[in-house]
């Protein structure tokens, strides 16, 4: 079945540290890939999406490129600040499966000044 | 602020009982999910409604049953509560069926 595997977190940086929370997956079909975020307290956002082999999705400095070759869509930010402590998720949705979502385990990430 | 409204926010009951968790989608959504949080099992998907229809169904215990009324909020309901079944529980909701969910900020359930 469809599935999404990520790093084990904790993951604790320093604030400007560089970020990496590697993601992969199996599908069955052809997935559009997603991170969420869910800071403490909250439900989860979306953080940024990619529809096709090698998309780059971005958003507040976050970037993961979908590589099919490899499967993998990784999750990259160049300089970490202390708000961007959360739990990170990798997600995937195929084609004609309602849209529904399917998670990985989840990443957390904890920043320090 | 996402538009998903979920309620109630916490609730703590006994084994044995019987609750209902309530989820209104943000205005205009058609498709609303529910997923539980835990743990162990992280992020599993329960069960998804499309204007009013099941239109998926994941892990979902015989024990929980959900449905979506023509308003088109939706309940979850969740009985012979068990220890386990102790959890988060959010609903999402989304306007078209490509994977950009909207969440509510879950209701926290704790059975003693």
């Known amino acids: 079945g469809d599935s999404v595997t990520q790093m084990e977190g904790p993951v604790t940086l320093s604030e400007e540290a560089f970020l990496t929370i590697n993601c992969t997956y199996t599908?069955?079909?052809?997935?559009?890939l997603f991170w969420y975020v869910q800071y403490p307290g909250e439900g989860l956002q979306l953080l940024l999406k990619?529809?096709?082999?090698?998309d780059k999705g971005s958003n507040k400095g976050f970037e993961a490129t979908y590589r099919k070759e490899t499967t993998s869509f990784h999750l990259e930010k160049g300089s970490v600040q202390v708000s961007d402590s959360a739990v990170y998720f990798c997600?995937?949705?195929?084609?004609?499966?309602?849209?529904?979502?399917?998670f990985g385990q989840g990443t957390e990430l904890s920043v320090k000044p | 602020d996402s538009g998903v409204t979920q309620t109630p926010k916490h609730l703590i009951t006994a084994t044995g009982q019987r609750v209902t968790l309530r989820c209104s989608p943000r205005?205009?959504?058609?498709?609303v999910y529910w997923y539980q949080q835990s743990l162990d099992q992280g992020l599993q998907f329960l069960i998804q409604?499309?204007?009013?229809?099941?239109?998926a169904k994941g892990n979902i215990l015989e024990r929980f049953s959900a449905q979506q009324f023509p308003d088109l909020h939706s309940e979850l309901n969740l009985s012979s509560l068990e220890l386990g079944d102790s959890a988060l529980y959010f609903c999402?909701?989304?306007?078209?069926?490509?994977?950009?969910?909207?969440f509510g900020e879950g209701s926290r359930l704790t059975v003693l």
């Open positions: 997600a995937l949705t195929v084609y004609n499966q309602g849209g529904k979502l399917i």
């Open positions: 409604y499309y204007n009013g229809e099941e239109r």
């Open positions: 990619a529809t096709k082999a090698d």
């Open positions: 999402a909701s989304s306007v078209e069926v490509t994977g950009e969910l909207f």
């Open positions: 205005s205009g959504d058609l498709s």
């Open positions: 599908a069955t079909g052809y997935p559009s």
